[in-house]
């Protein structure tokens, strides 16, 4: 291991070890600490092909959508990547998603995204029941990345990627609160194999959480530790381990199989597993996810569909348009 790989693996891990207050019985990064992490709007997905692999995604990412999932995919945008998501949530909930990455030479990319989450009108009582309006809460993210290239760990068989995050959130509810967060990641990319495979990192939301009366929230910080496995060129597996701070350890497991056709197009049918316990003891489906893809030329469009047993299903669209390299040799399609 090389000096610069055991000085980004301990950035991770101290990112991943920041100190945050016990709130519960059995602390943090248990069962017991669900619900005791404010803006947790930051760990709803986004992204439909990759919420259609069960979130196993960190290792994959590779277009304007990394700017959610891991920042070092970044570093494998072509030229431009745009995305366009819409998600149908629980509840009434909409959340829309855009993200345009571009990049800047031959081994760095900068990226930023705008997030919007709408929770609908929701009855505002006073301490006795009475109904007095309605207020519409919202939450909004800006942020801004950056994916890097390594090109001293660069050889024939191996390919690092790193890639930084910076993230402004406001909430508008009936008081207004605002924080700012940031994601790292890596990647590393082995594509001169007999089975192409690749592993990542990533360290999510550490840094100021939002403060509405007198206590300011912990952020639900998130890491995860993912890994990819393209046994023939048509099929792609992947899984990934998370460890939340408000949330007992889960883990995800998703394939994804590519359909060619004429004139360029491929299509990509897509099924998951997430073992997340937040909705345990719900009755119905839920925990696995599925999905489907159309890749014509530059454009990509992507449909999920995700199950939360009696609480209902949710939807989620994605739109992608990503210029393929002058230069194609180095970087590879998904």
């Known amino acids: 291991m090389t000096r610069l790989t055991a000085a980004l693996l301990a950035l991770l891990l101290a990112a991943a070890g920041t100190p945050v207050p016990a709130r519960a019985a059995g602390g ?10 404010g803006s947790e709007f930051l760990n709803v997905d986004v992204d439909a092909r990759g919420m259609a692999m069960g979130g196993a995604y960190s290792a994959l990412t590779n277009d304007a959508y990394a700017m959610f999932w891991n920042p070092a995919g970044l570093a494998m945008v072509p030229r431009v990547s745009l995305g366009a998501m819409h998600t149908e949530y629980l509840a009434g909930i909409r959340l829309q998603y855009l993200s345009y990455a571009h990049r800047a030479n031959e081994s760095s990319v900068f ?29 909004y993210v800006y942020e801004v990345g950056w994916g890097q290239s390594i090109t001293d760990l660069a050889d ?14 406001n909430s508008d509810l009936i008081a207004h609160a605002d924080g700012w967060a940031g994601d790292i990641g890596m990647q590393a990319h082995y594509t001169d194999t007999l089975m192409p495979f690749k592993f990542s990192a990533v360290a999510q939301n550490f840094g100021r959480g939002q403060k509405f009366d007198k206590v300011r929230d912990t952020l ?7 890994a990819s496995l393209q046994p023939r060129s048509a099929l792609t597996l992947a ?17 994804e199989l590519m359909l060619e056709g004429a004139s360029k197009a491929k299509a990509f049918l897509r099924v ?3 073992s997340r316990t937040t909705f345990s003891g719900l ?52």
């Open 156 to 169: 024939a068989e191996r390919d690092i990627t790193l890639g930084v995050s910076m993230k402004y959130l």
């Open 239 to 255: 899984m990934e381990a998370f460890l939340p701070v408000s949330n007992a350890p889960y883990g995800a497991l998703g394939a």
């Open 283 to 334: 009755e119905g489906i839920r925990g696995v996810t599925a999905g489907l893809g159309l890749r014509i030329a530059d454009f990509s469009v992507d449909y999920a569909f995700v199950p939360f047993g009696i609480l209902g299903q949710t939807h989620r669209l994605g739109l992608t348009w990503t210029l393929p390299a002058k230069h194609a040799r180095r970087f590879r399609e998904r």
């Open 28 to 37: 943090d990064f248990s069962q017991h600490a669900v619900g005791t992490a």
């Open 111 to 139: 990226a930023g995204a705008v997030r919007y989450m709408d929770g609908g009108a929701i009855d505002n009582t006073d301490v006795s029941g009475n109904k007095i309006g309605t207020f519409h809460p919202r939450n």
């Open 272 to 274: 998951g597993y997430n």
């Open 220 to 226: 639900p910080f998130r890491g995860k530790l993912g």
